[in-house]
């Protein structure tokens, strides 16, 4: 079975850095891609970034790219986002997804749709 396990969530002052982990089981994380998207109260899920299983290609949207770096650890079937500078407006939970029964080849995509199995989430909170 497919799990998806995120964690490394947490109460954060602006200016600083966590690292989110994105814990696989059930599969190989290098064979999918995987997504990493956050939902903010009242807000639409959106992306933050994604990484290609094959070549390991990433991805970054706009709001997070020079701060946020997502990363692959085979070894551990473990996949990264690390946060830095953070932001009030970054407080969000947290998701890790991945699709299963679709080939996207070396390309993964900054949208929910598409991803059918998705983590239960880590809330972040940027506050001082």
């Known amino acids: 079975q497919v799990q998806l396990v995120e964690s490394g969530g947490g109460l954060v002052q602006p200016g600083g850095s966590l690292r989110l982990s994105c814990s696989a089981s059930?599969?190989?994380?290098?064979?999918?891609?995987i997504g990493w998207f956050r939902q903010a109260p009242g807000q639409q899920r959106e992306a933050v970034a994604c990484?290609?299983?094959?070549?390991?290609?990433?991805y970054y949207d706009d709001p997070v790219k020079g701060r946020f770096t997502i990363s692959r650890d085979s070894a551990k079937n473990t996949v990264y986002l690390h946060m830095n500078t953070l932001k009030p407006e970054d407080t969000a939970v947290y998701y890790c997804a991945t699709v299963v029964g679709t080939d996207w080849g070396n390309l993964c995509f900054l949208t929910p749709y598409g991803y059918n199995r998705w983590g239960q989430g880590t809330q972040v909170t940027i506050s001082s």
């Open positions: 059930g599969f190989t994380l290098d064979s999918y891609p």
């Open positions: 990484i290609s299983s094959l070549e390991a290609r990433t």
